[in-house]
């Protein structure tokens, strides 16, 4: 069993600053991707940023220069610097990350997501 919780979320002001962290525990043998989801009310869940193990990064075009996303493999840590906030990036944001629990097996993992909001 694996699992991943988030933290660092919050309320900030319009061009503000946050850092969210996600620890993923649990049976890991090794991780593959880890990312970064959002979901706004009333909205699908959309994609943020992703990394590799390797250290590619994809991010979606409404947070390219404003997002990092990085990782800690020793340590099975991912995290989402977001600069420059904007209201419409309010959301909860979701950890996800593909983990192999044994050489040859991966599963899907999602946190529970933490709130991030950023209004005046």
Same mark, same amino acid.
Request: hydrophobic share 30%; with cysteine.
């Given at each position: 069993?694996?699992?991943?919780?988030?933290?660092? $979320?919050?309320?900030? !002001?319009?061009? %503000?600053?946050? *850092?969210?962290?996600?620890?993923?525990?649990? @049976?890991?043998?090794?991780? /593959?991707?880890? $990312?970064?989801?959002? !979901?706004?009310? %009333?909205?699908? *869940?959309?994609?943020?940023?992703?990394?590799? @193990?390797?250290?590619?990064? /994809?991010?979606?075009?409404?947070?390219?220069?404003?997002?990092?996303?990085? *990782?800690?493999?020793?340590?099975?840590?991912?995290?989402?610097?977001?600069?420059?906030?904007?209201?419409?990036?309010?959301?909860?944001?979701?950890?996800?990350?593909?983990?192999?629990?044994?050489?040859?097996?991966?599963?899907?993992?999602?946190?529970?997501?933490?709130?991030?909001?950023?209004?005046?």
């Amino acid at each position: 069993q694996v699992q991943l919780v988030e933290s660092g $979320g919050g309320l900030v !002001q319009p061009g %503000g600053s946050l *850092r969210l962290s996600c620890q993923a525990s649990g @049976s890991i043998f090794s991780i /593959n991707y880890m $990312g970064w989801y959002r !979901q706004a009310p %009333g909205k699908q *869940r959309e994609l943020v940023a992703t990394i590799t @193990s390797g250290g590619n990064m /994809n991010y979606a075009d409404s947070v390219k220069g404003r997002f990092t996303i990085s *990782r800690d493999n020793a340590r099975n840590t991912g995290n989402l610097q977001m600069n420059s906030l904007k209201p419409e990036d309010t959301a909860v944001y979701y950890c996800k990350a593909s983990v192999f629990t044994t050489w040859s097996t991966a599963h899907d993992y999602w946190g529970q997501g933490t709130q991030v909001t950023v209004s005046s």
